[in-house]
């Protein structure tokens, strides 16, 4: 069920529901230097498991966030990259990047 308030911008909401999810906002920057493989976005995310990444990206393909591309071989390779969409999060990127500045730095271990 998703929750919506009456008071709040739809287009916010709706952009809040896509980042509320675990890993989706990390995964859309880690594309945002360009196209990466499967394996080199678990490499770039050290603590996500397949399932969830291969669930994430199916999400964030879903919300036209990000294409898949099949590489011809052989082998066959898929690639991942950000749609025009997707690239519009860079600004939300470094905002909230700014934002993080000054909260300061969690102790170790947090």
């Not at 675990?22 to 498991?49: H, K, V, Y």
């Not at 199916?58 to 690639?79: E, I, M, N, T």
Request: charged content about 25%; aromatic content about 6%.
């Amino acid at each position: 069920m998703k929750r919506h308030c009456q008071e709040l911008c739809p287009h916010f909401q709706l952009a809040m529901e896509i980042l509320a999810k675990p890993w989706n906002g990390l995964l859309i920057a880690a594309l945002a230097d360009g196209p990466a493989r499967f394996s080199e976005l678990l490499e770039r995310l050290t603590t996500i498991g397949d399932r969830m990444l291969s669930e994430r990206l199916k999400d964030l393909q879903r919300a036209g966030l990000v294409q898949r591309h099949v590489l011809p071989g052989p082998p066959v390779r898929v690639a991942y990259e950000l749609t025009a969409a997707g690239h519009g999060f860079r600004e939300v990127y470094d905002a909230i990047g700014r934002w993080g500045q000054t909260l300061g730095v969690p102790p170790e271990g947090e």
